[in-house]
């Protein structure tokens, strides 16, 4: 048996994965997925559902960031996957052209030639001409993306682990020991602790940011721009 804390995006994930591949899964957590119509105000604190979803690639520069990148990559796959199953629809998964703006571009980003970015996995990456850029705006690309429904897809997910047999526990933990020192007791193989900033985990900080969609011209279309502070924006 394992246990998840947590029903983030994260924990619903890795319950999941665990269900398909044949465990016996439990998720505990105080807040579980909800559609938009019935989700309450009071889960405010509930971060996943009401958090912002798209898919940007940065270049990399370090290791942490090569990392991610390649994480970031199987992630697009995986989404890509559900698509050409036909999911797409109840995941919440919308693939779009997605545009990239930055004010003042690193030297990874100068780099960033059509075939360095084929080479790092983008696809239909085109470098924006200076015509094409807004006013102090030095460096442009767009590429293939993709946004959820961060809602849509919690309960996408939630539903596929129960459609499983995985089970829930509704229940307050106020720190992951909690579940830990039980584990002996009920036969638990592992617990994988996916509170994020719950439980006071220094190593762990929130990042804030926006997300936002807008449809011109019957184009759905997903703008980053990238200035002294970082933003999603509509175009």
């Given at each position: 048996m394992y246990q998840i804390i947590r029903a983030g995006v994260i924990g619903l994930s890795v319950a999941l994965r665990l269900a398909q591949d044949g465990f016996d899964v439990t998720i505990i957590a105080r807040d579980f997925p909800a559609p938009f119509e019935t989700i309450s105000a009071e889960q405010i604190n509930y971060t996943s559902p009401w958090a912002g979803a798209h898919c940007r690639f940065i270049p990399a520069t370090n290791e942490q960031e090569e990392r991610e990148h390649a994480l970031a990559l199987l992630t697009f796959r995986h989404m890509e996957k559900l698509v050409e199953a036909g999911k797409h629809g109840e995941a919440g998964i919308r693939f779009m052209k997605g545009f990239e703006y930055v004010e003042s571009p690193s030297q990874a980003y100068l780099d960033l030639t059509e075939e360095k970015a084929s080479e790092l996995g983008y696809k239909s990456f085109r470098r924006l001409d200076e015509t094409e850029l807004p006013a102090n705006v030095e460096w442009g690309a767009e590429y293939l993306t993709f946004c959820l429904n961060p809602m849509?897809?919690?309960?996408?997910?939630?539903?596929?682990?129960?459609?499983?047999?995985?089970?829930?526990?509704?229940?307050?933990?106020?720190?992951?020991?909690?579940?830990?020192?039980?584990?002996?007791?009920?036969?638990?193989?592992?617990?994988?602790?996916?509170?994020?900033f719950g439980f006071d985990d220094p190593d762990v900080t929130p990042t804030r940011g926006e997300s936002d969609l807008g449809s011109r011209k019957s184009r759905l279309q997903s703008v980053l721009a990238l200035t002294d502070h970082m933003s999603l924006q509509a175009k």
């Open positions: 849509m897809y919690c309960c996408f997910l939630l539903r596929n682990f129960a459609r499983l047999g995985g089970k829930l526990e509704k229940k307050v933990v106020q720190h992951p020991l909690e579940v830990f020192d039980a584990m002996k007791s009920c036969g638990v193989a592992a617990v994988v602790n996916c509170s994020g």
